[in-house]
């Protein structure tokens, strides 16, 4: 069964910077496309960010283009979100996924970790 633990989330001022990681177990990990979702408090799930299975295609919400970098590692079944320039309204719970998982089987997403962007 799936199994995505996420770390990294924390409390950081306005501008500053987060690295986001994800611990993928059992799944066949390099044979996925890997998404990052937020939810911020009352909305519903947005998906972010997307990576394909070689690392090489990338896709992000115009909202966090140009601050945000999806990366994974296959070799480590690890996937990365480095974010800068953090924002108030990047303030949410971050979760990694598949992207076969989105938006349904939430079972199969990470438990996720909270981002807070404030003074």
């Known amino acids: 069964e799936p199994r995505l633990v996420e770390s990294g989330g924390g409390l950081v001022q306005p501008g500053g910077s987060l690295r986001l990681s994800c611990a993928a177990s059992g799944i066949t990990f390099s044979s996925h496309v890997m998404i990052w979702v937020r939810q911020a408090p009352g909305k519903g799930p947005e998906r972010i960010s997307s990576i394909d299975t070689g690392g090489s295609i990338t896709y992000y919400v115009d909202s966090v283009k140009g601050r945000f970098t999806i990366s994974r590692d296959n070799a480590k079944d690890m996937l990365y979100l480095q974010m800068n320039s953090l924002k108030p309204e990047d303030t949410a719970v971050y979760y990694c996924?598949?992207?076969?998982?989105?938006?349904?089987?939430?079972?199969?997403w990470g438990q996720g970790t909270q981002v807070t962007v404030s003074l």
């Open positions: 996924a598949r992207n076969i998982d989105y938006p349904s089987n939430r079972n199969y």
